[in-house]
């Protein structure tokens, strides 16, 4: 029943969006035109204030044969839209497997929780705008699945579908073979005298296990490398697209240039928590057992109380040397983002050094409530890949996080009922002030507010 709900809101909500937001609104001027030139069949014109490939334009193409419709604006937002309709479809197959389930035959059957973490505020405000952003995030899920099943070449050409709406998930390719294989690994048959992974609950790893894990990586190689070589074909057409355009971003390359944005990691860990807290306090043993573990993990021994408070130098060192204020975040008050950083981080010049223990109990509260379920490595995994999506970004921007955070989500396999419906409470709270403040309320002469 949760699906046929969520659907009906999501056309409701579209039906209303295109009668009040009837011209293309903020990054819809750039994206619009574009899909329109590709509809009448011009396929060489490209606007060079677009970034990302054409993946989205061929993608609303192909929706036109197969529907015949116009290449009006209301016609074109039906493209993100149906992406967020196939997100639940989608996230319950991926939640399924996460927790070793064997997914139903019915694949128009999603789970209460596919629909619930489906409604996560970011994709879900995206999935009427005409951007890339939830046909990326539909590809990317996809992409993980097709590797976590062993389908290693549908994998790969899903990848190469997420690579062409966004240049940055070719990360996700390379994840995606990562966690099907730390997967694998865990749960093959274990024969004796044959190498095997050294890779601990996360629960119950020390420091030495780290490096023991990855000592072993090199034994198991012959066994997981024949699945990357789908993985590798996509890596080499991606270097040549790189080397042919001279970098990653396609177009607008002047306000693109990769910086090392060290704090954008911590940035990612209080926006997962601001917004992912019901999934952290539906840990077994409710708040107060997950505070009593934070503490002990980051105060429980004198060399727990060393590590902690060295690793607050070492983050209030990255803070002075790589926070970015950002000349779009510092001008555009019509997203979230910009009253955030004059609020809080420019409040006062201690508040981002104020900030950081709080960025390591975030960090901690995660690991607490996944490491009961998931191996260290299996853990590790989603950090490694996130380094080369968030560092080189200069702006603050809630969309970078969406990926990585419903990979993050999914990792979640014990969400009691409770805790389903709080989560669901939270974000549809969120969706409707959203929605209804970039609908309905009057901000005459400064815009719309959104993400």
Not at 55 to 77: A, D
Not at 112 to 120: G, K, M, P
Request: charged content about 10%; hydrophobic content about 50%.
């Amino acid at each position: 029943m949760a699906y046929p709900i969520y659907a009906v809101v999501a056309i409701l909500v579209l039906k209303q969006l295109n009668t009040i937001v009837d011209e293309p609104y903020m990054d819809e001027p750039f994206h619009v035109p574009q899909a329109q030139a590709y509809c009448r069949g011009h396929f060489l014109t490209w606007d060079p204030k677009i970034t990302t490939p054409p993946g989205l334009y061929i993608l609303t193409l192909i929706l036109k044969r197969i529907f015949m419709f116009k290449c009006t604006l209301p016609m074109l937002r039906l493209t993100p839209l149906m992406a967020l309709l196939a997100l639940p479809l989608l996230l319950t197959k991926l939640l399924l497997i996460n927790q070793r389930i064997r997914p139903t035959n019915s694949f128009f059957a999603p789970s209460l929780e596919a629909v619930v973490v489906a409604s996560f505020p970011v994709a879900w405000f995206f999935g009427f705008l005409y951007y890339t952003d939830t046909p990326s995030l539909v590809a990317v899920l996809w992409t993980v699945y097709a590797a976590r099943r062993g389908n290693h070449w549908q994998a790969a050409l899903t990848g190469a579908l997420s690579c062409t709406l966004r240049q940055t998930n070719i990360a996700w390719v390379l994840y995606a073979y990562a966690i099907s294989q730390v997967t694998y690994l865990r749960y093959e048959r274990k024969i004796e005298g044959q190498a095997a992974l050294h890779d601990p609950l996360a629960a119950d790893a020390v420091p030495l296990d780290l490096f023991y894990a990855v000592a072993s990586i090199p034994k198991v190689l012959p066994k997981i490398l024949g699945s990357f070589i789908p993985y590798a074909s996509i890596l080499v057409l991606f270097g040549a697209f790189v080397g042919w355009n001279g970098g990653i971003a396609l177009g607008d390359k002047s306000n693109h240039v990769p910086t090392l944005h060290v704090p954008q990691l911590y940035y990612f860990i209080a926006f997962s928590t601001i917004l992912g807290w019901p999934v952290l306090v539906s840990n077994p043993g409710g708040l107060w057992k997950l505070l009593g573990e934070v503490k002990q993990r980051m105060f429980g021994s004198s060399k727990r109380i060393a590590v902690t408070a060295l690793a607050i130098l070492t983050m209030n060192l990255t803070v002075y040397l790589f926070t970015i204020h950002h000349p779009f975040l510092l001008s555009d008050n019509r997203h979230y983002t910009f009253y955030v950083w004059r609020r809080v981080f420019m409040l006062h010049s201690l508040v981002p050094y104020l900030l950081v223990p709080g960025y390591i109990a975030c960090f901690w509260a995660w690991f607490v409530r996944l490491s009961k379920t998931q191996t260290l490595l299996q853990f590790l995994v989603l950090p490694v890949f996130l380094l080369p999506t968030l560092l080189p970004t200069p702006l603050l921007e809630p969309r970078y996080f969406l990926i990585p955070y419903l990979l993050l989500r999914a990792q979640v396999v014990d969400v009691p009922n409770w805790g389903l419906v709080m989560e669901g409470a939270w974000y549809y709270l969120i969706n409707a002030l959203t929605m209804w403040v970039f609908l309905y309320k009057d901000r005459e002469g400064v815009g719309r507010f959104m993400w």
